[in-house]
């Protein structure tokens, strides 16, 4: 059970009509209609409790499950024990994700406008737009309905938000056009001016005035403490339905495509283009003017320091194909032990001469 401190939690109510609001094809007749009260794991789910198992990986947890229903792939409808019923769907995950947030929902401050908050006259602010404690909206500023604004936020002049937004607290946005349905989590700093100089060893570093703008298309959700530069001429521009994670840095520039995932802490250097559907793995580092493909993914701690083709699958330092990754860690690790082994013979032949 989530904690009733933050999460407001439904009544209880049957299966089938959950499934109905969802809008979730089933895969196949159900056995029976429980009462759903609660979402949890296997492993603890119990009566009134809607559980979920992906794989195989986790069939011994789905054997021993106590839950009064489990959404569940085809191919393990058998596996789930009698008190439970099965619930055959395409995609057991994301199916489980919609009903919880049928059962859940966060627990908002509502905020009205605070007294405590700077609303510049200019500023638009659309019915329903609420402002935090200590929050700043700015001249010209235009905030569509029903967007949140948090304590200490601050939107600088001509920013523009669209609907049904929320920002969390101490967020700044400056030189941004923001579109529908965009979380940005706290303390994420979109559109400061992006790291360009005319660099000289003799005369100092000249900045580079950074004209563009930041667009983030609707959907877009970005995590706590991110860093989104605004572009030197051109704009930084994020697709609609990509989701960015906590401690991400984006270069000026940078293009993303839509429907994208950045884990945590990937620096992304100016001017780099990336196409639909990326996948990119945590503390992934990427140097600047370069095109990374469609559908691409970039392992872990990759570092890429070339163009990555579509659909590919890049790993190591300098990224390159996995399966090349592979065979060269794997030739590595076997040359070492091999050099270790002829160490220790010949450490053991000198020992033997010298006894003799």
Not at 175 to 180: Q, R
């Amino acid at each position: 059970m989530a904690d009733p401190s933050f999460y407001t939690r439904r009544a209880p109510g049957a299966l089938t009509t959950l499934l109905q609001e969802a809008g979730l094809e089933v895969l196949g007749d159900l056995s029976g209609d429980p009462q759903i009260a609660d979402a949890a794991p296997l492993y603890r789910a119990g009566p009134g409790d809607l559980a979920y198992c992906g794989s195989q990986k986790y069939l011994s947890a789905l054997k021993e499950t106590g839950a009064a229903a489990c959404l569940v792939p085809e191919g393990l409808v058998s596996k789930v024990p009698g008190g439970t019923v099965a619930i055959p769907v395409k995609d057991p995950e994301r199916a489980f994700a919609q009903l919880v947030n049928l059962i859940y929902e966060l627990r908002r401050q509502s905020y009205g406008i605070s007294e405590s908050a700077f609303v510049h006259p200019q500023a638009v602010l659309e019915e329903g737009v609420e402002v935090g404690a200590g929050a700043v909206i700015e001249e010209e500023a235009i905030i569509g309905a029903g967007t949140s604004i948090g304590p200490g936020a601050v939107v600088r002049r001509g920013v523009t938000i669209g609907r049904h937004c929320v920002i969390d607290a101490n967020v700044t946005i400056q030189s941004a056009i923001i579109g529908n349905h965009v979380i940005i989590r706290s303390g994420s700093v979109i559109g400061a001016p992006g790291f360009g100089f005319s660099m000289s060893m003799t005369d100092g570093h000249l900045p580079i005035p950074q004209l563009g703008r930041v667009i983030l298309q609707d959907h877009v959700d970005i995590g706590a403490c991110t860093a989104i530069d605004r572009g030197a001429a051109d704009d930084t521009i994020i697709g609609e339905g990509t989701k960015i994670d906590n401690h991400v840095q984006i270069g000026h520039n940078t293009v993303i495509g839509r429907h994208c995932i950045l884990a945590g802490k990937v620096g992304l250097s100016g001017s780099t283009t990336i196409g639909d559907h990326v996948v990119i793995g945590g503390d992934v580092g990427a140097a600047g003017h370069l095109s990374i493909g469609d559908g691409a993914t970039l392992a872990a701690r990759a570092g890429v320091i070339r163009d990555v083709p579509p659909g590919a699958v890049y790993a190591g330092f300098p990224a390159r194909p996995v399966k090349q990754w592979m065979k060269e860690v794997a030739l590595v690790s076997r040359l070492t032990k091999e050099n270790e082994k002829e160490r220790s013979q010949k450490r053991k032949d000198k020992s033997e001469s010298e006894d003799e």
